[in-house]
């Protein structure tokens, strides 16, 4: 019987394919972006736009398709994530090897294994404090918040709602304008 070979951050950085991820050590081809998706994560980056535009250790490093080196066999690249600048002050060349402080998926159809259940325990792993989930077909938004170690949902809601969802919990966020349709 052959072992499974699993594969790592040099496996992929050796890939052709741009569009691909590690997890679980294995190199996933990720979904093409559909509309809906692509618009849920334009809007949120601005709609956080005043944390990321902070200097300082107030600050936030809010990324897209951000690739992350958590593990030799697991790098996904979040459609949204953030760092506090308090622990990232600049941004690295090439992969980030830091946790971040906030994740953000936009579930994809066919890839809502990878964003419900495989890379929320990546993150409680790492215990990356928040993380939310965004369907935009449904244009619903659940956050989540580590608690003892584990994830808690702390807030479900619709895009009829302006809410302030932690970690930006400082200014309202406008889901409608995230959900638009």
């Not at 679980?24 to 559909?34: A, F, N, Q, S």
């Not at 159809?109 to 449904?138: A, F, M, N, S």
Request: charged letters at 25%.
């Amino acid at each position: 019987m052959e072992a499974l070979k699993l594969a790592t951050i040099d496996d992929l950085l050796q890939s052709a394919d741009e569009q691909v991820e590690l997890i679980d050590g294995e190199i996933v081809r990720r979904p093409m972006t559909r509309p809906y998706h692509a618009q849920a994560q334009g809007n949120a980056r601005e709609e956080l736009g005043p944390f990321n535009r902070r200097s300082g250790p107030d600050g936030w490093w809010i990324l897209t398709e951000a690739s992350v080196a958590y593990e030799p066999h697991e790098c996904p690249t979040h459609d949204l994530a953030g760092w506090r600048k308090s622990r990232l002050s600049s941004l690295p060349h090439g992969l980030i090897d830091l946790p971040p402080d906030w994740v953000c998926e936009i579930v994809s159809p066919g890839h809502e294994r990878k964003d419900t259940q495989q890379i929320p325990l990546l993150l409680q792993r790492h215990q990356v404090p928040d993380y939310w989930l965004i369907w935009p077909e449904e244009r619903k938004l659940v956050a989540h918040q580590l608690e003892a170690g584990r994830y808690r949902v702390i807030a479900t809601m619709d895009h009829q709602q302006r809410a302030r969802i932690p970690p930006f919990d400082e200014i309202e966020i406008d889901l409608g304008y995230i959900l638009a349709a």
